[in-house]
């Protein structure tokens, strides 16, 4: 079963400008307020993202939900 994926709310993620040197690997932009409160609905102390490309080529971060088969 394929989890459900989780996008941070006041986060976005988009492809560095063609002009960016090589080191630029992606740019966020963060709307503070939205963050915030998404952050604050959250549990645990760290949180692991993920910078994808959907199927339209649009860039977006998500919660990386992944988690080890438990045997």
Known sequence: MENQKVFVDGLLAKQ????A???????????????IAWLTNQEGEWLNLQV???????????VDTWKPKSE
């Open 16 to 19: 560095p400008d063609e002009k």
């Open 21 to 35: 040197p090589d080191w630029v690997k992606c740019k966020l932009s963060i709307k503070r307020e939205e963050l």
């Open 52 to 62: 994808s490309e959907g199927r339209s080529g649009k860039w977006y971060a998500e």
